[in-house]
C-alpha cells in the first residue's frame, strides 16, 4: 500500500512537475517577448468578417512584471468581403498592471500604457463590418438602451496615445470625411460605473465634402477635455474641454445624460473669444464663395452660451448667451455702403419648444460709415412669435455722405447734417392684426443743420437749422432761416417756419392710408407759423412778404388766425376759417371761408394790375351749351373762371386804398365767392370825393359768356370826380360834364361780356339815379349857345337849385325819365332818350317864363330843334298828371326807390 | 218792337265796351304773344305766366341765358318790367320799358316806344 501510494505520489509528483515545466516553459516562451505573431493571426482570423495580418507581436511579461504588455508592429485588418485595408497601424502597445489586477479584490485593471503610431482606419467600412459581425451572430442586438458596461470593475488608462492615424469615412449616401494626421492623447480611470478622464487630440487636416460638393478641406482641428461620467445614469460631465478649428478655439463644459424617454439632458456652456471675422470669412466653403465674392470683413466675435434642456422627443434645448462683436468693418459689392465701423453687443434667450419664447436684448449697436453713424439698443421679445420689440435708435449723418448712396435718377444733391434720435416700440402681431396704428408706437426727433440741397438743378433749399419731431400720430417741424428756390416759379426765404401735425386715428384703423376719408378717419390737427418770409414767383409781379403766419387746422376747419403780407406798396392781414375741406375733397360739397381783410394801405390800381390775368392759363373749357356763333376771336379771350367748389366770404377794412387815381377810406364790406360766382357786397368806403357803397357780382358760367353785375352808390361826391372816377358816366350823362358840385349816384347795372371782357350789348341792363343840389353850370360852348338863346342874364349865376334824374339802361338805349331844371328865369322839365353811338332824342318842356315843349334830336354836333307840344308840364303836380304823366311817375319812382333801397345807413 | 229792344240792346253793349276804351286805344289778345319771336338775330319768347326772355345770338346769347323780364299787356301799353340780378339787401333795380302795340296778329307783332322807335317780330313756329 506504501508502495503503491509512494508510486502514486511519485507519479503525481512527476506529472505536477512536468505541468509545471510544461507551463514554466509555455510561458517563458509566451511571456517572455518571443514572436507570437503567427498565433495571435491564427486565433484572430477565426471569425470571418475582418482578416489579420501581423509583421509580429509579442506579449511580455517577466521583463516588465508586474505590467504585462503586448506589441503588436505592422498590424493589418482588411474585410475580408472587399479585401480592402480597413484598418493597420505600424505600431500598437499596450500594458497592464498585471499584479494589481490579480491581486485586487473587485477585478481593478491598471493600464499603464496604450500608444498606436502611424494609424489608418477606414470607419466607414469598419462600421459596415461591424454591421455584418452583429448581424450575422446570434449576440443579441444591442440598443441604445442596454446597459453599459465595463469587462472590469476599475480601470485606469493613464498613457493612451494614436500619433499620426489618418481616419477615413465615407457613406453610402455621397458623405466624404477624413482625417489626417491624428494625434491623441488620453487617460481614463473608471471605477464601477464611474469613470473620469481627458483626453488631447489634434487633427492636421480635416476634410469633408457631401455629394463631391467640399464644404472642408485640410482644416487643423483641435480638441482636448478633462471629463468624468456615471455609466450608470449615462452622464457625462465635461470638466474642461477646448475645441478649435484652424486659429479659432472655444471651450465646452457642463453636463449631458440620459433623461426618460430617450432625450439627452444637457447643461452645456461654451465660451468662444475674439473670433476673427475676417479669417472666418476665409472658412467659407467653396461653394458660397462667389455669394462674398469682394466682400471683405473686419472684426472680433466672442460668444458666451449655454444650453440647457433636453434634446429628443420633440425638445431641444433653450440657448441662452451673450455675443459680443467690437472692431468690425464690412465692404461689399453689393451693398452701396461701405461699413467702416461696426460693434454689436447683445445677449439672447432661445426656447423653441412648445410655449417658448425667443427673445434678443441688443445693449449696443452701432455702424458707422464715413462720417455716418447708427447707434441702437433695446430688445424683442418672442422674436418667432409676437414679436415685440422696444428700440432707440439714433444716427448722424453727413448728407453729403448718404447721397451717393442715392440712386442717381433722383438727381438730388446737398450738404448739411443730420442728428436723429429715435424710439420704436410694438408688437408685430399687432401691427398685423390692427395695422400700424395698432401695433407700433414711434416717436423720434431729427435736428438737421446746415442744410444746403439742390434736385434735378432746378430746385433748391436750404436752412441752418430744421427740427423735426416725429411720432405715431403727430408731427413737429421747426426751420430756422431757411430758403427755398424752384426756378422761376418760387423763390421763399423765412426766418422761422414752425409745423405742428398731430393725427388721431381710431384703432380701427387697418392701414396707414386707407383708400378713402383719409382727412375724417385722421382726425388731423396742424398747426403752423411763419415769420419774416418773402415770396418771388412768376405768377406775382411783385414779391409778396410775409411778416407773420399762424394758422391751425383742426376738425375740418383751417383757422387763420393771423397773416400779415406785404405786396408792392399795398400790406393787409388776412384771417379767419375755411371749413368743409374734407367734404370739398371728397366732393360732397363746397369750401367754406370766411376771412377778414384787414389793411391800413392798399394800392388797389396796382393789386388789380398785379392779379390781372391771373388764372387763365389752363382754364376750364366753354359749357356745352355754348353757342355755335362763338367766333375765332371770342375763342381767343382767356377771361378769369371764377372757382367752383369754394365758398369765400371776405370782410374787408381797408383804412386807406388808392382806386383810379382817388385815396379812398375807410373802405368796408364783403367779398363772397360762392362756387362760380364772385360777389363784392355792400363794399362801403370814403373817398375825399364821396362816400361809396359797392355791391358787385362776376359769374363765369362759360368762356364766352360772363356777367358783371353792380350796385353802385355815391352819396355827397363832387361831380367831375364823379365823372374821374366813372368815366363811363360821362357817356351814360353827357350833361354831368357840364355841372360842378355835390351829387348822389345810384347805379344798379348788369351786362354780359365775351371772353375779351366786351359788352354784350344786348345784354346791358341798368338803372341809375343822379341827385344834386346848388349844382353850377361850368362855361361850355353849350352852355353859352344855350344862355344866349335863351336870353340869359348875364349876371345871374348859373346854378341849378336842384337836380333829380332817373335813368334806365337797356342795350344801347339810355332813357333819361322827366326831371326838373331851374336856372334864370328858367324852369324846364328835361326828358329824352340818349344812344351809345351818342346821338341823342330830347324833350324839354320850357315851365317858366313861357310854357312850350322843345323836341332836340341829333348827335352834339349836328343838334336840330323843333317846338312840340309840353308833355310832361303837371309831372310834379299829382292832382293834375295826365295817365301819360302818372305812368311815367310810377315807373321813375318804381326805378328810384328800387335803386335806393339797397342803400346802407352809416353812422357817422 | 223785338227788333227795337234788340238794337237799343246793342247800342248800350256797343256804348258800355266803348267807354271801357281810352279814346284812339286798341286791344289786343295777349294769348297771340305766347310763344317766340325773332326779328334778325334778336329773339323774344313770352310765357303764359307773363314771364319772357330775350336773347341775341349775334352776341353768342342762348335762349337759357337771355334777359327774363315780366310783361303785361293792357290794351295796346306793352310793359316789360327787367329786374337786375344782383341782390342787395333782397332789393334789385328794376329796369321798365313801355312799349305801344302796332300790330299783333298769330304770325306778326310790332310795337314802337314813346320815342317812336318801332320793333317788329315775326312768330317762330
Not at chain 1, 841 to 862: E, Q
Request: glycine share 8%; hydrophobic share 40%.
Amino acid at each position: 500500500m506504501k508502495s503503491f501510494l509512494k508510486i502514486f505520489f511519485i507519479s503525481i509528483g512527476s506529472l505536477l512537475i512536468l505541468v509545471l515545466v510544461a507551463l514554466s516553459v509555455c510561458a517563458a516562451t509566451v511571456f517572455s517577448g518571443k514572436n507570437i505573431a503567427p498565433l495571435l493571426a491564427r486565433q484572430l482570423n477565426k471569425q470571418e468578417i475582418f482578416g489579420f495580418q501581423l509583421d509580429s507581436a509579442a506579449l511580455v511579461l517577466w521583463d516588465t512584471f508586474p505590467e504585462l504588455s503586448l506589441h503588436l508592429v505592422n498590424l493589418k485588418i482588411t474585410d475580408n468581403l472587399s479585401q480592402s485595408m480597413v484598418f493597420s497601424a505600424g505600431d500598437v502597445f499596450a500594458a497592464v498592471d498585471l499584479k494589481a489586477f490579480l491581486s485586487s479584490s473587485n477585478g481593478e485593471l491598471i493600464v499603464r500604457k496604450v500608444s498606436l503610431d502611424d494609424v489608418y482606419a477606414d470607419a466607414g467600412s469598419i462600421m459596415l463590418c461591424i454591421d455584418r459581425m452583429n448581424t450575422g451572430s446570434d449576440t443579441p442586438g444591442t440598443d441604445g438602451n442596454a446597459e453599459l458596461a465595463l469587462p472590469f470593475a476599475i480601470m485606469t488608462a493613464s498613457d493612451v496615445s494614436v500619433k499620426d492615424a489618418d481616419i477615413l469615412y465615407r457613406s453610402e449616401d455621397g458623405l466624404d470625411a477624413a482625417i489626417r494626421k491624428l494625434s491623441l492623447t488620453a487617460n481614463l480611470n473608471a471605477s464601477g460605473q464611474e469613470a473620469e478622464g481627458g483626453f488631447s487630440a489634434d487633427i492636421h487636416g480635416f476634410t469633408f465634402s457631401i455629394n463631391d460638393t467640399s464644404y472642408c478641406r485640410d482644416l487643423p482641428l483641435h480638441a482636448e477635455m478633462i471629463f468624468k461620467s456615471d455609466l450608470g445614469s449615462k452622464a457625462l460631465n465635461i470638466v474642461e474641454s477646448a475645441f478649435g478649428f484652424d486659429s479659432f478655439r472655444f471651450s465646452l463644459t457642463g453636463d449631458i445624460s440620459m433623461a426618460e424617454g430617450g432625450c439627452i439632458s444637457m447643461n452645456l456652456n461654451t465660451k468662444l473669444k475674439e473670433w476673427k471675422v475676417k479669417e472666418l470669412l476665409a472658412l467659407v466653403p467653396e461653394v458660397y464663395r462667389e455669394r462674398i465674392a469682394g466682400m471683405s470683413a473686419e472684426g472680433n466675435l466672442s460668444l458666451d452660451a449655454n444650453a440647457g434642456g433636453r434634446l429628443g422627443n420633440g425638445y431641444v434645448p433653450v440657448i441662452t448667451g451673450k455675443m459680443l462683436l467690437e472692431g468690425s468693418s464690412f465692404r461689399s459689392p453689393s451693398v452701396p455702403v461701405d461699413i467702416g465701423g461696426c460693434g454689436l453687443n447683445m445677449s439672447f434667450h432661445a426656447d423653441f419648444n412648445e410655449n417658448g419664447k425667443t427673445c434678443l436684448h441688443v445693449d449696443t449697436l452701432y455702424v458707422s460709415s464715413g462720417p455716418n453713424r447708427l447707434f441702437a439698443s433695446g430688445s424683442a421679445d418672442d422674436v418667432f412669435g409676437k414679436l415685440e420689440f422696444d428700440f432707440d435708435v439714433g444716427s448722424c449723418a453727413e448728407l453729403a455722405g448718404i447721397i451717393p448712396y442715392l440712386p442717381d435718377s433722383l438727381g438730388i444733391r446737398g450738404n448739411g447734417r443730420v442728428e436723429l434720435e429715435a424710439a420704436l416700440r410694438g408688437n408685430l402681431a399687432g401691427i398685423i392684426e390692427k395695422g400700424i396704428r395698432g401695433g407700433l408706437d414711434a416717436s423720434g426727433t431729427a435736428s438737421l443743420s446746415g442744410i444746403d440741397m439742390e434736385y434735378c438743378d432746378t430746385v433748391s433749399f436750404r436752412a441752418d437749422a430744421m427740427t423735426v419731431d416725429i411720432g405715431m400720430d403727430s408731427l413737429a417741424l421747426v426751420i430756422a432761416d431757411a430758403g427755398l428756390k424752384a426756378g422761376n416759379l418760387v423763390d421763399a426765404n423765412f426766418s422761422r417756419m414752425g409745423l405742428g401735425l398731430s393725427l388721431s386715428v381710431p384703432d380701427s384703423a387697418k392701414t396707414l392710408f386707407p383708400a378713402s376719408g383719409t382727412m375724417a378717419l385722421w382726425s388731423p390737427r396742424l398747426s403752423a407759423e411763419l415769420e419774416n418770409g418773402m415770396i418771388k414767383s412768376f405768377f406775382l409781379p411783385e414779391s409778396l412778404n410775409i411778416s407773420a403766419l399762424d394758422f391751425s387746422y383742426a376738425d375740418d376747419t383751417l383757422a387763420l388766425s393771423k397773416g400779415g403780407f406785404a405786396m408792392g406798396k399795398s400790406d393787409f392781414i388776412l384771417s379767419g376759417t375755411v371749413t368743409d375741406i374734407s367734404k370739398a375733397i371728397s366732393g360732397q360739397g363746397l369750401v367754406n371761408a370766411d376771412m377778414d381783410f384787414d389793411s391800413e394801405y392798399s394800392d388797389i390800381d396796382e393789386l388789380l394790375s398785379f392779379f390781372s390775368g391771373m388764372g387763365r392759363d389752363g382754364d376750364t373749357s366753354d359749357d356745352a351749351s355754348a353757342g355755335d356763333t362763338a367766333t375765332d376771336e371770342d375763342i381767343e379771350g382767356n377771361p378769369f373762371m371764377v372757382p367752383e367748389g369754394i365758398r369765400i366770404n371776405i370782410n374787408t377794412d381797408i383804412k386807406k386804398a388808392v382806386a383810379y387815381g382817388n385815396t379812398i377810406e375807410n373802405i368796408g364790406g364783403r367779398v363772397n365767392i360762392n362756387d362760380g360766382t364772385a360777389i363784392i357786397r355792400q363794399l362801403g368806403f370814403t373817398s375825399d370825393a364821396a362816400r361809396m357803397q359797392l355791391t358787385a357780382m362776376y359769374k363765369s358760367p362759360r368762356k364766352n359768356h360772363l356777367f358783371v353785375g353792380l350796385d353802385f352808390h355815391l352819396m355827397d361826391i363832387e361831380i367831375d370826380k364823379l365823372i374821374r372816377m366813372v368815366p363811363k358816366i360821362d357817356s351814360l350823362v353827357p350833361m354831368l360834364k357840364s355841372f360842378s358840385g355835390q351829387a348822389e349816384f345810384h347805379l344798379g347795372l348788369e351786362t354780359n361780356l365775351n371772353s375779351r371782357y366786351e359788352l354784350k350789348k344786348s345784354t346791358i341792363l341798368g338803372a341809375a339815379s343822379i341827385e344834386g343840389k346848388n349844382l353850377v353850370v361850368l362855361d361850355s360852348d353849350t352852355f353859352d349857345k344855350i344862355a344866349k338863346m335863351l336870353k340869359f342874364r348875364k349876371s345871374s349865376k348859373n346854378i341849378i337849385d336842384s337836380l333829380a334824374v332817373d335813368m334806365t339802361v337797356f342795350r344801347d338805349e339810355i332813357d333819361v325819365y322827366p326831371f326838373v331844371v331851374s336856372m334864370d328865369n328858367y324852369k324846364a322839365i328835361l326828358s329824352g332818350r340818349h344812344n351809345l353811338d351818342m346821338s341823342f332824342n330830347y324833350h324839354v318842356d320850357c315851365l317858366s317864363p313861357i310854357r312850350l315843349g322843345l323836341d332836340v334830336k341829333g348827335t352834339l354836333g349836328n343838334l336840330k330843334f323843333g317846338l312840340t307840344p309840353t308833355r310832361y308840364k303837371n309831372l310834379f303836380v299829382p292832382e293834375r298828371r295826365n295817365d301819360l304823366q302818372e305812368r311815367t311817375m310810377n315807373l321813375m319812382n318804381l326805378i328810384n326807390s328800387s335803386l335806393k333801397s339797397t342803400v346802407v345807413e352809416t353812422s357817422e | 218792337m223785338k227788333k227795337t229792344v234788340l238794337i237799343a240792346l246793342a247800342s248800350f253793349l256797343v256804348i258800355c265796351i266803348t267807354s271801357c276804351i281810352k279814346d284812339g286805344e286798341q286791344s289786343f289778345d295777349e294769348g297771340l304773344l305766347y310763344g317766340k319771336w325773332q326779328s334778325g338775330t334778336l329773339h323774344y319768347r313770352y310765357d303764359t305766366d307773363h314771364t319772357g326772355v330775350t336773347w341775341d345770338l349775334a352776341d353768342d346769347v342762348m335762349e337759357n341765358e337771355g334777359k327774363k323780364f315780366s310783361w303785361s299787356l293792357i290794351n295796346e301799353e306793352f310793359t316789360h318790367i327787367y329786374v337786375t340780378e344782383i341782390n342787395a339787401y333782397g332789393t334789385k333795380a328794376s329796369i321798365p320799358k313801355v312799349y305801344t302795340v302796332i300790330v299783333l296778329t298769330a304770325t306778326r307783332l310790332e310795337y314802337e316806344d314813346d320815342f317812336g322807335k318801332t320793333f317788329s317780330f315775326t312768330k317762330v313756329k
